[in-house]
């Protein structure tokens, strides 16, 4: 048995790459692939990097580091186990792993570090694969069993870390970010139109597509699997909807219960995800999420460094007034940074080609902006907001939602029979032509559609048909895919909403800027409100619990009354935007941007968007998202020309 291990040293966050033969035959592992690949992704680990190849068993790995946990070499992955049986690259946090490793030594397991990535391994060992039911963390694990000959790719319950693979060439590849594997001489880069097509209703490419064809992202609570005859199998092991019993059914309409819960677990998950060996520092808007992280951070460490960010002459500035008193309530260390269009500007095609596929949030920039702030200032990881509104039901659309199909769907629904509800909509398509948003949710009411697919929509189904050339397609799929896995739990309405954002919105736009902006500035972003365990809780709260007297995020207000003042708490949320209405519309760079774009597609003679007029009809018809749209379509033609020389379209 041949197995190399290459060892260098550097500083130059964590980040996991590879490619594992699927053929019976020995394979000669190019190392030189791996170094590329590597190279790649090497803003995400500037401490240290190695690398690991087997040509008996037709694998190579790289890895690259960010230390966090164990500072010193002893840490260094890829990493085998003393007897040389398994080998793993593991990129994330395991927070639990301290008791873990009390339980293994007790096992009879002696440790050479007092890194979390050895406390895998053994768990491995142990455990076998339903390790995965006793880690409590964020992370993506590349693990190879050498005795049994077996792979594993493994995302995190809820999807924090990104990682994606592909299978071409009858090989295995795959890495944290795309771009590695871009590396790979046997990938080829093609544009999916199926994934296009969702792209543009979801702003993202939902899991387990990308926007690639035969590039493929791994879903959050899932691993994909290799056995020694090579054959490939994507499981499940972890679902946030939990079966929970009638006595904590009972339990849960206890609104006492329920407040001393959250607050418990909120607890508890902050204070695991503050590292021993490094700062920490806290996203801080002023808005109630972050205040909420500064002060629960602020019971379990006197040491607290703030970092806000707003653009310049936008209502977003209001937010470091906020920001600012909680700073002094708080007695941190704060750090601000304000940014112009030119600055956004000048990041935005870097940004795109960092984001690997399009993803067309605007708030990429202040994140990109405000992470390498923090890391400017001597800090790897940070405490972020991210899953609160998710959870606890923040967002006024969804209590829109919510109200419209209390009102009116479910009844209707339920009793008015399906040739009566096509016959209205029929009636309504000229009345509301206008109108395609309402239209779209009568389309959806008339053929059987959920009423709520996402709570970020750029296109309708209506707006795509008229600019894009096939109509072939149905977003719907994505969502009916979902539900058909839960048909066998009798979920509520709101239930329902949260589920779907907990699989779409949430892990593939959400967190997926966070963990690419941040990574991109050696940062690591932790989501407290994102615990499993306070995942699985919310999931089974009461909605009306969740929505009180009509008021969105009614529980985590009444948690943070202990910690916040009352106008923190109860001020009118602003949300972490950026102004790209202003700066498509007044903007010195984006306008023109968007615009040379626009022509060069129309002169291309675009497959994508051969329409431009009846783009335009979208926009003039949906005034209050036009510049969403806008930046969708800009997302992905940056892309597409940022790839030119060898895009196959």
Not at 380 to 386: C, D, L, Q, R, S
Request: hydrophobic residues 40%; charged residues 25%.
């Amino acid at each position: 048995m041949q197995c190399d291990i290459l060892v260098e040293w550097a500083f130059r966050m964590c980040g996991i790459t590879g490619f594992l033969n699927l053929d019976k035959n020995n394979f000669l592992i190019d190392e030189q692939l791996l170094y590329k690949m590597r190279e790649k992704i090497s803003h995400r680990g500037p401490d240290d990097f190695g690398i690991w190849k087997s040509d008996e068993f037709g694998l190579g790995l790289a890895h690259t580091r960010l230390s966090i946990v164990d500072l010193s070499i002893s840490g260094h992955q890829p990493m085998l186990d003393k007897e040389k049986t398994v080998v793993i690259s593991f990129n994330g946090e395991i927070y639990n792993h301290e008791s873990l490793r009390k339980e293994l030594e007790l096992s009879g397991y002696e440790y050479f570090s007092n890194c979390d990535t050895e406390t895998l391994i053994y768990a491995y060992k142990k455990w076998g694969i339903d390790f995965l039911n006793k880690i409590d963390g964020m992370f993506v694990i590349a693990l190879f069993d050498i005795l049994q000959n077996k792979f594993y790719l493994i995302r995190d319950r809820i999807g924090v870390k990104p990682v994606y693979y592909s299978i071409q060439n009858n090989i295995l590849s795959f890495s944290s970010e795309i771009k590695a594997l871009f590396a790979l001489p046997w990938i080829e880069k093609e544009i999916d139109q199926k994934s296009l097509y969702n792209y543009l209703t979801f702003m993202i490419t939902p899991a387990p597509q990308t926007i690639y064809k035969d590039i493929l992202k791994l879903e959050s609570g899932t691993y994909l699997f290799v056995d020694k005859d090579k054959n490939i199998k994507i499981n499940r092991y972890y679902s946030p909807i939990k079966t929970i019993n009638l006595e904590e059914k009972i339990k849960l309409t206890d609104e006492k219960f329920v407040l001393g819960e959250i607050e418990k677990l909120l607890l508890d998950s902050v204070e695991k995800r503050i590292p021993t060996d490094v700062d920490c520092g806290v996203f801080l808007s002023g808005g109630l999420d972050s205040s909420l992280n500064v002060a629960l951070m602020s019971k379990f460490t006197k040491n607290i460094k703030t970092f806000t960010v707003a653009f310049e002459n936008s209502k977003e500035v209001e937010d470091l007034v906020w920001a600012r008193k909680v700073a002094k309530q708080f007695n941190t260390d704060h750090h601000e940074i304000l940014i112009s269009e030119r600055q956004a500007f000048e990041f935005f095609e870097s940004m795109v080609y960092q984001l690997d596929e399009p993803l067309a949030d605007p708030v990429c920039i202040p994140f990109y902006y405000v992470s390498k702030l923090a890391r400017d200032n001597g800090i790897k990881v940070v405490h972020v907001g991210e899953g609160a509104d998710e959870l606890f039901f923040g967002y006024k659309t969804y209590l829109s939602y919510k109200n419209f199909y209390d009102r009116y769907w479910k009844t209707s629904k339920k009793y008015l029979p399906n040739f009566t509800k096509k016959f209205i909509y029929k009636l309504s398509k000229n009345l509301f032509y206008k109108n395609s948003n309402f239209l779209e949710i009568l389309h959806n009411w008339a053929n059987n559609k959920s009423l709520f697919w996402s709570g970020a929509i750029s296109f309708n189904e209506y707006q795509k048909n008229l600019i894009l050339n096939k109509n072939e397609f149905d977003s719907f799929d994505i969502i009916k895919n979902y539900l058909a896995s839960m048909q066998d739990r009798d979920l509520d309405f709101v239930q329902e909403l949260t589920f779907l954002e907990l699989k779409i919105r949430l892990p593939e736009l959400l967190l997926m800027r966070a963990d690419k902006m941040s990574m991109l500035n050696g940062l690591e972003a932790r989501e407290p409100f994102l615990d499993y365990k306070l995942v699985e809780f919310m999931f089974n709260v009461p909605a009306r619990l969740k929505v009180k007297n009509n008021r969105t995020k009614y529980l985590l207000k009444k948690v943070a009354e202990k910690y916040l003042p009352a106008d923190i708490i109860y001020r009118k949320k602003v949300g972490f935007a950026s102004p790209i209405a202003s700066w498509f519309n007044d903007g010195k760079y984006f306008k023109k941007y968007y615009k040379d774009l626009l022509q060069k597609e129309f002169e291309n003679k675009s497959l994508f968007l051969p329409d431009i007029k009846n783009l335009e009809t979208v926009y003039k018809h949906h005034e209050s998202g036009f510049a969403v749209q806008k930046w969708t379509i800009q997302n992905f033609l940056t892309l597409k020309y940022l790839n030119n020389e060898n895009f196959n379209s």
